[in-house]
Nanobody, 114 residues
């Protein structure tokens, strides 16, 4: 499975953006899809994930500012982020699968700066 992330860019503090990730084939709705991010000089960290039958999961740092959604018909997962701050600056990676069998996208850079 190949994943293609897009939607990153330069955003002013307080702004919003929507990240998209499309898979090269269908991902069953019972399989997690979601996002991690890696800020400069830091380890990759979990952001959000979603699978059918369970509530979305969010990192505490974004849970009141993020919405993850999925369109299984389009093999896609999305991440809407609001009230962006400089500390949200990172490369955002989408993923599909569980911890033992996970596929990663190439990452999309989000820069929050005035």
């Amino acid at each position: 499975v190949q994943l293609q992330a897009s939607g990153g860019g330069l955003v002013q503090p307080g702004g919003s953006l929507r990240l998209s990730c499309v898979a090269s084939e269908s991902i069953h709705s019972s399989i997690h899809m979601g996002w991690y991010r890696q800020a400069p000089g830091k380890e990759r960290e979990f952001v959000a994930s979603l699978r059918s039958g369970r509530d979305p999961r969010y990192a505490p740092s974004v849970e009141d500012r993020a919405t993850i959604s999925r369109d299984n018909a389009k093999w896609s997962v999305y991440l809407q982020l609001h009230s962006l701050q400089p500390e949200d600056t990172a490369v955002y990676y989408c993923f599909a699968g569980g911890p033992s069998n996970r596929f990663w996208g190439q990452g999309t850079l989000v820069t929050v700066s005035s």
